[in-house]
């Protein structure tokens, strides 16, 4: 079944739902081409899932809800990703599957480092298409939420992080073993780091350092850093959150 979601909550005593959005309506009606109690699924404003049947086209679509879905589809750790820019498509494939993986938020950082350099006007552009993408993985993958990518942040302007465990992927990093620090920790709120294609400086590693980051390694070889995002959110989520 095709997946959406809606704006609003959705009580116990409705027995419909409005898709109302112009962009889904659009695609229902005319990429689609959903038909008359062809049935759909529907994400409210809560996370909560709905079986519902289609019982009018037009400007709108109104659905019969069916069934409600008791199922967890979240994670139990939320994983933030603050992503240093990185050249092409590769942050829409970053994103993309940063999503399937369960990841919570999406920060793109612009970084010493960083190949793309973004102004104003491209990069709210740039964050359009990417919570394009976001909104898309999240329906795919079947979320129960739709990831948010925030809004361009340039790296020296990170003067806090609220985590309980905050990673920065780093490739001259040897001493800090990441199955320890998993060992011993119980938190919830995850931040991990990834540099761009040309890593991180060493003055932006301290920095987060000195906010009570970890420096950490993620093997003797050395991943693009498409690659090292994915590798990281997915040890996280087998060793802490719904993969086992």
């Known amino acids: 079944m095709h997946r959406f979601f809606v704006n609003k909550s959705i009580n116990d005593q409705e027995t419909e739902i409005v ?3 112009e962009s889904d309506v659009r695609h229902i009606v005319k990429a689609l081409r959903v038909q008359i109690e062809e049935k759909l699924e529907i994400v409210d404003a809560n996370g909560e899932e709905y079986v519902v049947s289609v019982k009018s086209l037009g400007e709108e679509v109104i659905c019969e809800i069916l069934e409600k879905l008791i199922i967890t589809r ?3 750790i939320e994983i933030d990703l603050y992503q240093g820019l990185a050249k092409g498509t590769k942050m829409e494939t970053i994103i993309q599957k940063a999503v399937e993986l369960g990841v919570h938020k999406v920060y793109p950082v612009s970084m010493k480092r960083s190949i793309v350099k973004l102004d104003e006007k491209s990069s709210v552009k740039k ?5 394009a993408i976001a909104d898309e993985a999240a329906k795919q993958s079947k979320r129960s ?5 925030e809004a361009l942040v340039d790296m020296k302007n990170i003067k806090s992080l609220e985590y309980d465990l905050i990673l920065i992927a780093y490739e001259l990093e040897s001493q800090k073993n990441l199955h320890q620090i998993l060992e011993s920790f119980s938190g919830k709120k995850i ?3 990834i540099g761009p294609e ?11 350092l000195n906010l009570g980051g970890n420096s950490i390694s993620l093997g003797k070889r050395i991943l693009r850093t498409e690659t090292a995002g994915m590798m990281l959110i997915s040890i996280l989520q087998y060793a802490l959150g719904d993969v086992y």
Do not use: M
């Not at 939420?145 to 990518?149: G, K």
């Not at 040309?198 to 987060?208: H, R």
């Open 19 to 21: 898709i109302d959005h």
């Open 74 to 76: 979240e994670s139990p």
């Open 127 to 131: 964050i359009e298409r990417w919570q």
């Open 145 to 149: 939420n739709i990831p948010v990518v």
């Open 191 to 193: 931040a991990v780091f």
């Open 198 to 208: 040309g890593g991180f400086e060493e003055d932006e590693v301290n920095q987060i």
